[in-house]
């Protein structure tokens, strides 16, 4: 078995380095990306996509598995961290490294 971990492509908060909502979609430049890596993928002999439920997430497992006919799984565990109030914010302004193992965000959940 070999298993292949993927990150999502590009949204327009990833370009503007904005701690992003669950519902943002990929920017246009993120499609082209999810489109290329299923390209990539179309013969790599996939069964199976397992994805967030995250919109973003979903269009790039959903460009792979339209093209390599893998079969597509929607599993909510696999969200990432709830950044809380800070969603939506530019990471800039924040006062603490958002993705620090012991930064608490406001609303939010630990790594713990």
């Known amino acids: 078995m070999k298993l292949l971990v993927i990150r999502h492509g590009e949204t327009a908060a990833n370009a503007a ?8 979609p990929l920017s246009s430049r993120g499609i082209q990306q999810a489109e290329r890596l299923a390209k990539r993928l179309r013969n790599a002999g996939l069964s199976l996509i397992i994805s967030s439920d ?4 979903r269009m ?52 713990d």
Do not use: C, K
């Not at 380095?17 to 943002?24: K, N, S, T, V």
């Open 17 to 24: 380095r904005i701690l992003q909502h669950p519902h943002e």
């Open 54 to 57: 995250y919109e973003r997430a």
């Open 60 to 111: 790039t497992a959903t460009a792979i598995s339209r093209a390599s006919g893998a079969t597509l799984e929607i599993e909510p565990l696999l969200r990432e961290r709830n950044f809380g109030a800070w969603r939506g914010s530019p990471y800039a302004i924040l006062s603490e490294d958002p993705l620090g193992q012991h930064v608490v965000p406001p609303e939010g959940e630990t790594w």
